[in-house]
């Protein structure tokens, strides 16, 4: 079974520096993908970033980037320059290959600090 | 593109009525449907997935007479709380995919606005 563990309930990070938020996996498939979602006070969903398995290339989104290093099955979101508007609750998340389903870490609340 | 509505976006009803939320792809054809809940502070827990024009599939622990799920089309989906409690007082989120079954699909499983829930 699949399982996204997010070790840190919550962060707080100075406005316009750099924050890593953690997401380690857990599955024995070889093909899968890894989501990075904002959820804001008001409760929408926002995707971030996208990660493939096979991806040999971090990902990049903007102001996000992936630390996606397979051997050690971790998917760490990194945001630069950070953004009052960046305060919300960040899920990590992963898809199998012949799946549909979403599987959900528990989460981390981002507190940007002005 | 890719736009899922809900609605309504919040509901306060009184406990043993029932109560319907709406999920509804805007510009594409949804074959598959997700429904989520969430309490406070804690993550996404998958309730069902719906296929268009076929039964629902419950996640372990669901009760399917409780969240009834219908996919008449592929640009809708309900969720019906029967006999609502205090206990089923929740975020509702649905989602929308494109694939049908099985596949790799990435970015293409996009989000509704969500259902507030208070049954009183």
């Known amino acids: 079974a699949q399982k996204i563990t997010q070790t840190q309930p919550g962060m707080f990070v100075q406005e316009k520096e750099a924050v890593t938020l953690d997401c380690t996996y857990d599955t024995s498939d070889q093909s899968y993908g890894l989501f990075w979602y904002k959820q804001p006070s008001s409760g929408e969903m926002i995707f971030l970033i996208y990660q493939g398995s096979y991806d040999e290339q971090n990902a990049t989104e903007g102001r996000y980037s992936l630390n996606f290093q397979k051997a050690r099955k971790s998917a760490n979101l990194v945001i630069s320059a950070s953004q009052l508007g960046d305060s919300a609750m960040y899920f990590c998340?992963?898809?199998?290959?012949?799946?549909?389903?979403?599987?959900f870490g528990a989460g981390t609340i981002l507190r940007v600090k002005s | 593109g890719a736009v899922v509505s809900q609605h309504p976006s919040w509901v306060i009803c009184k406990s043993g009525t029932s109560v319907k939320i709406e999920c509804r792809s805007l510009d594409f054809q949804a074959t598959t449907m997700f429904w989520y809940r969430q309490f406070p502070k804690q993550s996404l827990m998958l309730m069902a997935t719906?296929?268009?024009?076929?039964?629902?599939?419950?996640e372990q622990g669901v009760e399917k007479d409780k969240f009834l799920i219908n996919h008449a089309s592929l640009t809708l989906s309900t969720l019906t709380v029967t006999s609502a409690h205090p206990e089923d007082s929740s975020f509702y989120i649905c989602?929308?995919?494109?694939?049908?079954?099985?596949?790799?699909?990435?970015?293409?499983?996009?989000f509704g606005p969500g259902t507030r829930l208070t049954v009183l």
């Open positions: 989602s929308a995919s494109r694939l049908a079954g099985g596949g790799f699909s990435l970015r293409e499983q996009f």
């Open positions: 998340a992963m898809i199998r290959e012949y799946g549909n389903k979403l599987v």
């Open positions: 719906s296929n268009e024009g076929s039964k629902a599939t419950y």
